[in-house]
């Protein structure tokens, strides 16, 4: 199937509403009808910090402001509602924590509530999706193009108390049992001191994590062309360490340009490249599979005001969809579900003059002093869209609040098994309820 840049294959994800959530329930004073939702495989795709303007601005860089992108193609939709106990912008952790368990928690939480143990409304402690898909002997990928102890995935299968303490949230990513780990963060996995293919280990316990994933029996890669090598039917464990940190170099694109450094490392694999082949391997798996995908770059580099940076990480994670639809299609036991759990740097699409010229250097400012961003930055030349239906490029910029997360519009979106589940309001716990329903076949009521 082809897309809107090239081809792709895809893998999907399973969702499902949880019993009592928002999604099961009926208006006040009706008796809701008894339903069932089919059981299938789960594939949840978080592009962190991707809101409606991030894809807004992606549509108009790479389909033009006529043209789809995958994500556009999406049919299921609701609004997404994400505030944690404590606050109302949803942090990294605390946000992937609630997309793990299912149960609104403080925003400083990382696989727990706070320091203490994510407490279900009626009482006992609650447990992870992915945790839970384990002891049912599904299969687990987690795949990141960040380092291994990003949240969006790791907060599936590790709890600290603090989400700085890098080196035990990689110790338990490697021991969760999970058939593909994929991501960066070489040195969070090797003894300080010690030399890997990407850098310098830093742990200061000793522990070499890759040594201990051989033991556990993963086939270890670290570049694209190692993990392309693979053969996905004859690997049942895999583990990918393609950077000493992240898969991409997350400052300003002005220090990056200063540095002689990409924004995405050339022998990293993609996020969909990643999760085509951890798809491969994980629905082999008879009793199903739940996939847990972060493309990071759209938070990172949103967040240092990287505007070229941001727009290839929102084309990457574009391109990842059209993966994961493509297997939806071929495997429609499955569904995909997509979100994120706040808006990175508050990005917004300033049009610029036609008049201008595809050459005009952006303003510093908007009038109301929002910062502008060009094609290299600050005082940038403007970026120029994709041909219209007329086949016209139009100039625009883009427009920043700062560095911060918001609240911002974001968006559920799904396609195949039980997508039809979405409703038009979605909290951050509906995502959870809808995944483990269609993951374990629960019912509603």
């Given amino acids: 199937m082809t897309r809107w840049i090239g081809t792709a294959r895809t893998a999907a994800l399973v969702v499902a509403v949880g019993a009592g959530s928002a999604l099961a329930q009926a208006p006040a004073g009706t008796a809701a009808p008894a339903a069932v939702a089919q059981s299938g495989n789960v594939i949840f795709f978080h592009p962190d910090g991707a809101g409606v303007n991030h894809w807004g601005a992606a549509r108009i860089a790479f389909a033009g402001p006529d043209g789809e992108l995958n994500w556009d193609r999406l049919p299921s939709i609701g609004v997404y509602?994400?505030?944690?106990?404590?606050?109302l912008t949803g942090t990294s952790n605390g946000g992937a924590t609630v997309h793990a368990y299912g149960v609104k928690v403080a925003a400083d939480s990382f696989g727990k509530n706070g320091t203490g143990p994510v407490m279900r409304a009626d009482g006992p402690p609650a447990t992870s999706i992915a945790r839970d898909a384990l002891a049912a002997g599904k299969a687990l990928a987690l795949v990141q193009s960040g380092a291994i102890y990003e949240p969006g995935t790791?907060?599936?299968?590790?709890?600290v108390d603090d989400r700085d303490d890098t080196a035990a949230i990689a110790q338990q990513v490697i021991e969760s049992g999970a058939a593909v780990i994929m991501a960066g963060?070489?040195?969070?996995?090797?003894?300080e001191g010690v030399e890997g293919r990407h850098g310098m280990g830093t742990r200061t316990d000793g522990l070499d994590l890759i040594a201990r994933a051989r033991e556990l029996g993963y086939t270890v890669v670290y570049t694209r062309d190692e993990l392309m090598a693979l053969d996905p039917a004859a690997t049942d464990r895999v583990l990918g360490v393609f950077a000493e940190v992240h898969t991409f170099n997350d400052q300003p694109f002005e220090r990056n340009a200063i540095d002689g450094l990409p924004t995405y490392l050339e022998t990293a694999?993609?996020?969909g490249e990643m999760t085509e082949v951890a798809l491969q391997i994980v629905s082999r798996d008879p009793e199903g599979f739940l996939a847990v995908v972060e493309e990071e770059g759209t938070d990172n580099l949103a967040n240092n005001m990287n505007a070229a940076g941001s727009l290839e990480?929102?084309?990457r994670a574009d391109l990842a969809i059209g993966v994961m639809r493509d297997f939806v299609a071929a495997n429609p036991e499955t569904l995909l579900v997509t979100t994120?759990?706040?808006?990175?740097?508050?990005?917004?699409?300033?049009s610029g003059?036609?008049?201008?010229?595809?050459?005009?250097?952006?303003?510093?400012t908007t009038d109301g002093g929002g910062i502008l961003h060009g094609q290299t930055g600050y005082l940038g030349n403007v970026f120029m869209s994709a041909p219209d239906a007329q086949g016209v490029r139009l100039p625009f910029a883009i427009a920043w609040i700062g560095e911060n997360d918001v609240a911002g519009g974001i968006l559920v979106r799904a396609e195949g098994l039980n997508a039809d589940r979405v409703t038009p309001l979605m909290d951050n716990t509906d995502v959870n309820a809808l995944?483990?329903?269609?993951?374990f076949g629960a019912t509603s009521n």
């Fill in 154 to 159: 790791a907060a599936f299968v590790a709890s």
């Fill in 313 to 315: 990480a929102l084309r």
């Fill in 185 to 191: 963060g070489e040195a969070v996995l090797l003894p």
């Fill in 269 to 271: 694999p993609t996020i």
């Fill in 340 to 350: 994120a759990d706040s808006e990175a740097g508050g990005m917004q699409v300033v």
């Fill in 81 to 87: 509602t994400g505030h944690m106990t404590d606050r």
């Fill in 353 to 364: 003059s036609l008049a201008a010229g595809e050459g005009a250097a952006v303003a510093s």
């Fill in 435 to 439: 995944m483990r329903e269609t993951l």
